[in-house]
């Protein structure tokens, strides 16, 4: 397959942005390839710069629930671009989303928007910090919260609670206020509370880690840390901008019916334009400023045109009764494809799939957490990956991301992507030694 436009682009792009990507995993490192340069979408599939066509498994990384250029959604961008892109005043378009987004998540009572996810969990933790009166948070090995300062940390070694800096320029300083614990583990959790009382602000986790590939919380482990944090006076942050309108209308914490103090939302919540958020109860949205005091704010926090597009999404959302069950159905129906496919062909793997979300990891697992999921055999997903977009299949390039359905995809989609796999496993088994 010639991807040669592509190719010649992100030369191009190289010699003005770094890297030659805006976000690093686009770059295709992880898979070993040059990134393929996308020119359209519609519905379930994907056009790139050398005409090839893909059934997208990615939808921009989580937001497009509704597939490429949902008509809705196209006619309410272009309605309020219209009307103006930006007023820096508040107006009701933004009312309207909170309102939907309040009515579908029980435990937001407030909220406010912002402009990513990144912003949505940096913003929650200074809010929990400022609330609580504490400077130090958990957060689990694998899961990703965007990349502000505090999140960038890694485990620290052997004895040390705290964690250390993954990333030059992230201080020491602030990787001692993060305490890094692998996910699935409510006595590591106890344990750091037990080690650092009265300092602990928060904990901040992914219900379902979909940043490490798909990982599943094991029976009874969000209850767990539901306790565990109020026992100890933490704020309990559920970080859903991957799951939030994704796993169900009120996300993770409806599906498991537990309540965080605080959430994070992203993704479909901005229907394909840049919009995050954060809420909760009301007691702790209130210490914002103005009303509170813990300041955050934004020029193009609730900017119209995203605001049109996200009260688009999610009012299909809302009103599409079988909408969850439906994604769910397809989903499974491919992951279990796949699993009869790759067992056929004698590959050892490791399955997770929850609503419209799914992992192939290879590895014969299980994977309950970010130690377990670097046992994946990343250079038999490369070689898979490539096969796989050789024949019009665009997975996440990248063994620790989780892929996406939408309600644009068909069974006919996964028939196509089920028979791709056997025909990318028998090429990659034939040119094994
Ligand atoms: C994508 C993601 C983020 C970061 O959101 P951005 O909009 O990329 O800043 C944070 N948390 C989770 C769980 C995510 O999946």
């Known amino acids: 397959m010639s991807l040669e436009r592509s190719i010649a682009a992100f030369a191009r792009a190289k010699r003005v942005i770094a890297g030659g990507v805006n976000s690093p995993v686009r770059a295709f490192k992880a898979v070993g390839l040059s990134p393929v340069f996308m020119k359209s979408g519609a519905g379930a599939t994907l056009h790139d710069l050398d005409d090839h066509e893909y059934i997208d498994y990615v939808l921009s990384w989580g937001p497009l629930i509704l597939g490429h250029a949902h008509p809705a959604v196209v006619k309410a961008i272009a309605a309020a671009a219209a009307r103006g892109t930006s007023f820096g005043t508040p ?10 987004v309040v009515s579908m998540v029980p435990t937001i009572e407030r909220l406010r928007f912002v402009s990513s996810g990144t912003e949505a969990t940096m913003s929650a933790i200074r809010l929990a910090r400022g609330f609580t009166r504490r400077a130090k948070i958990i957060k689990f090995a694998g899961c990703y919260h965007g990349h502000a300062d505090a999140f960038l940390i890694a485990a620290g070694s052997g004895a040390l609670t705290n ?44 219900p379902y880690p979909g940043n490490m590939g798909l990982v599943l919380p094991l029976p009874g482990y969000l209850q767990q840390l539901r306790e565990l944090t109020t026992k100890n006076g933490a704020l309990l942050i ?9 796993v169900e209308r009120g996300g993770a914490a409806e599906r498991e019916g537990v309540a965080p103090d605080l959430t994070t939302l992203g993704k479909v919540i901005g229907g394909g334009l840049p919009v995050g958020a954060f809420g909760g109860r009301a007691a702790v949205m209130a210490y914002l400023s103005p009303e509170g005091p813990v300041y955050q704010a934004g020029t193009l926090s609730g900017n119209p045109v995203a605001m049109a597009a996200g009260i688009a999404t999610l009012r299909i959302v809302r009103d599409d009764a079988t909408l969850f069950d439906r994604l769910e159905v397809l989903t499974r129906l491919l992951v279990d494809g796949l ?11 490791y399955s997770t799939n929850l609503g419209s979300m799914f992992s192939t990891f290879f590895t014969p697992g299980p994977v309950t957490d ?4 670097l046992k994946s055999d990343t250079g038999l997903f490369a070689n898979y990956y490539g096969a796989m977009l050789d024949r019009g299949i665009y997975l996440a390039p990248s063994q620790f991301e989780a892929s996406f359905v939408s309600t644009a995809h068909t069974t006919r989609n996964v028939e196509q992507t089920l028979a791709a796999a056997d025909a990318a496993l028998a090429h990659l088994l034939a040119r094994a030694p």
């Open 339 to 349: 699993h009869e496919v790759l067992s056929k062909h004698g590959i050892a793997h």
């Open 91 to 100: 107006t009701e378009a933004e009312t309207e989303l909170a309102e939907l």
């Open 238 to 246: 559920f970080d859903e901008v991957m799951t939030g309108f994704r």
């Open 370 to 373: 970010l130690e377990s999921a």
């Open 163 to 206: 964690g250390v800096p993954n990333s030059p320029g992230v201080t020491d300083a602030t990787a001692l206020d993060t305490i890094v614990l692998p996910f699935n583990d409510a006595a590591a959790v106890a344990h750091a509370f037990e080690t650092n009382p009265e300092t602990i602000a928060a904990v901040i986790v992914e």
